[in-house]
Structures are given as C-alpha cells and as structure tokens.
C-alpha cells in the first residue's frame, strides 16, 4: 500500500493516520479548515494535508471517510469525480444502513465497502489519537449485493493491517447488532445520568469507579452521537422496549417474597456471560 | 496508630493492610480459614494473621470489618467479648442501615462506626488488591446518634490517611445516595447483559470498549452483591421505577417526528453533568 487518504481528523482518523505511517506508509489528509490541516501536519500525523480533497485523494490507493456520518453523502459528491482509478473508498460511520445506501449510489462505479471498527473513546479530535487505538478490536465491514469482492478483500486486510479482527455483517444486521452492544448503551448510560439528576442530584457528589465506567460513554460528542442515534431510530426503540421490559422482571424479583434464590441466580448468569466474551483489553 | 486489626482479607481488608503498612502501621489480619491467613501472611499483607480473633485484636486501636455483610452480626457476637478498652470499630459494607443498626446494637458500650469506602473493583480476594485503591475515591462515613464523637473523628483520620475525602451522611440517606450511584448501576449493567443475551445474544461478538466499560460492574461478585442488592431494596425499587418512566421518555423522544434538538438537548445536558462530576481516576 503506497498513499492512503483519509477525511477528517479527528480521533479515529487521527489514530489511522498515526497507525498506518508507523507501518510506514504514506499518509495524507484531509480536512475542511486549513488550521486542521496545519494541525495534522505539526503533530505527525501526516505526510502530506491539505483541505483541497484533490490533491489528497490524488494517487491514493484507499480513501477513508472518518467525518461526522452527516457530512459523508455531501463529501462524496464532491469527491466522486476526483478518484482515481481502481480507488477504494471506505468510511468509519457507527451507522451503517443508511451510509451504505446513500454512498453507494454516490460512488457507484467506484469501489465503496462501508466499515466500522469498534473503537473510539469519550474523547473527540486529533488530540486524542492513538497508533494503537484498533489493536485487539474487532472491525465490522459491510458489503451489499453491489460490493466488488476484491475491494472487500481489501477494506479487510487494511484493518487487519492496523490491528483488527475483521467481521462481515450486511448493513442491515450490522445496525441491529451494533444498536444492541453500543448505541442503546450510550443511550442507557446518558439516560442514568440524566435519572440521578432528576431523583437525587446529591447522590452524584459520591461516585466510584463503578460509576465513572458505567457512564464514561454519557461523556461523548453529542452532535456525534445525535447522528447517529437518529440513524439508528428503529432497532434503538426495540432495545429501549426490551430494557423496559427487564427492569420490570428485576421489580418483581425485588417485590418476590424469597429474592434471594432468584437475584443470585440472575447475577450469576449476567456474570458468566460477561466473562464469556472477548473484549477489547 | 499502632495497630489496626483487619477481619476478613479480601479485597478491601487486603487493600487496607497494604495502604497501611506503606505507612508503618502494624496490621493483623484475621482469616476463617488458616490457609487464607497463610496467604496474607506470605503475600506480604500483614505483620500478624490469623484465625483467632481474640490474638488478631489484642492491643488493636482500630478494628476493620470486611467481610460480605450477612457475615458481619455473627464475627460482631464474636467479637465484642475481645475488645481492648477504647477500641473503634468500623465496617466496609456497602449498605448501611441495616449494618449499623445491627452492629450499634451489637457493640452496645463499643465505639462502632460504619464506613463505606467508595473503592473498588469487579474482581475479588486478596490477589486484586492494591496499596492505592483508596487513593483520589470518596469514602462515606455513616455516624448515627449512637456514634461517640471521638470515634468518629478517629474513622475519618483513618481513611483520610488512606488517601480518601471524608464525608459524612447517616446510614438511611447513605443508603438512597448509594442505591442510586452504585447499587442500582450494578442491577442496570446486569440487566442490559441479560436482556441482549435474550434478544440478540450474536450481537455479543462484536462488542468494543463502550460496553467493556459499561458493564463492567456485571462481572462482580454474584453472591457479595446479592447481599448488598436485597439489603437496599427499597431504595433499588425506587430507582429501576424512575429508570423505566426515563426509558419511556426516551421513546417518545425517538418517537417524535423532529426528535434532533431533542436528543442534542438530552445527550448536551448529561455530557455537562457527567463531566462536571468528580470521578476518581
């Protein structure tokens, strides 16, 4: 892999572009103001940055799509005409479904796969970047009917190349998934956040750290995480019935007569299925 | 302070004997079981283990109990016959009316105050503890009209040189404050592990960081937290009824047909919260 592009820099772009120039690869950036630019460029996450997308995407094997998912369809438009040949497009959006539609139309004869690696942080922008962001986590690549096999192949081994396991799912099942493992948690722990405040605000003067992870995602971008909540609405609104739907289970365990038996055997088995799965370190 | 007597070395007494013999302190440490004090002994955590209460609180100042606390009446009826004249006694459970109530009765002319260090982890038994668990963390000290000033202020000395911020609250609004920050977060992070293990338990293979720490809490101990769980369950009623109706409340946002400055509104005032709080490291 000689020029990969990516789009914006924040965290993730930040921590590809720190990721693949450790590989020694030749990394240029792109991003809508000059003083992102001017940025990436003093901190080293570039070999080359500029907020003229041709000249970024000139010569450039891979392109990587790390905006907003909002700002995406709008950006392809304008990149479609300045791919070069046999170019591979991708994108890191947490929503899949929609992006997927959307951008394979735009590009159509271009070779777009969406993915989307399960990393990130709380944290938002460059400052927060890190080489070794996506070793250990798995990365979801989504092909439709539409996707040229060897450009999935591609898109796969570029996030093996960067530390990932890589997992195919259709947008579709990917959306499902995802809502259940990261967009309804986000949504449940701000909503914790919100709770407390409202039935006992003083209560939040006493936080542990079980506290401080349980609610580290509430401290995320919201313009970020509205779009992609949003993007999200009908398999969030499913989990968020479910959940409803078990804490009313845990308030006739905690009304029962003999709780005991009951309350053991429940954490007993949210425990073991926890420790059953394989998380990122 | 010369010698602090510390009952049961899991991972809070074994935390405390290590904190406390960083700073010189003498610490016995007393084990059900010979080989856990031969553990404690040989992990370096105590200058005296053993199975005899009376020998491991014999000239002790300050009595630690940290045991689960369905165990703490029994080792008080114990204990009480043992005490050397003006001795204080204090606990780590992580419920307090009923502990304190139970234990005031118990030491009757004892100097007993009940504690709740804010510390801890998902794992368990001496091997996870840590000299500096208690630094930066909020320690919760639960005087109630029984309580003998003097020993009040000895148990806040005590966990201040730990490395904890004292604060006071009785054992009743200790309690409430808890159910909310601690006990029902616990119950609300099992209970997501359960619910998506019903309803899309493939989901599970693609977690990342977001859930790792989200649920972490879910991998504690199941039969200390049943212990702590059912002892506040009033509270935990209270605060799984005001999740639902918030949960509710989120689906009428989602719901609603121009739900993006809703949900930026939502998502804006629980970052600010979130990030206003102090969190330990």
């Keep these: ?160 190349m960067l530390g990932c396991s890589v997992r195919e799912l259709t947008p579709e099942m990917h959306d499902a998934h995802v809502a259940m493992i990261s967009h309804f948690p986000h949504l449940l722990a701000a909503s914790l956040v919100d709770m407390i405040s409202e039935q006992n605000p003083a209560a939040l003067e006493f936080c542990g750290p079980g506290f401080r992870d349980t609610t580290r995602v509430a401290s995320g971008s919201p313009a970020l995480w509205t779009g992609i909540l949003l993007s999200n609405r009908d398999a969030l609104r499913k989990s968020t019935e479910a959940m409803i739907e078990k804490l009313r289970e845990i308030l006739t365990l905690l009304d029962s007569q003999y709780p005991d038996q009951v309350m053991h055997e429940f954490l007993t088995q949210s425990k073991a299925l926890r420790d059953s799965l394989r998380l990122p370190r």
């Design 1 to 160: 892999m000689n020029k990969v592009a990516i789009l914006g820099p924040g965290l993730l772009g930040g921590s590809i572009a720190l990721a693949l120039r450790a590989r020694g690869i030749f990394v240029s950036i792109w991003a809508r103001r000059q003083g992102s630019a001017d940025e990436a460029m003093e901190g080293g996450f570039a070999d080359e940055a500029s907020t003229s997308l041709a000249q970024v995407v000139r010569e450039a094997e891979i392109v990587v799509l790390c905006t907003p998912i909002e700002a995406m369809p709008g950006l392809a438009r304008e990149l479609v005409a300045l791919l070069p040949a046999g170019c591979v497009i991708t994108d890191v959006g947490s929503v899949k479904a929609t992006v997927v539609t959307a951008l394979t139309a735009i590009f159509e004869q271009a070779y777009f796969v969406g993915s989307h690696p399960m990393a990130g942080s709380e944290q938002t922008g460059m400052k927060a970047a890190r080489a070794d962001l996506f070793s250990g986590t798995v990365c979801i690549v989504t092909p439709n009917a539409d996707s040229n096999p060897a450009a999935v192949a591609l898109v796969s081994s570029f996030w093996e």
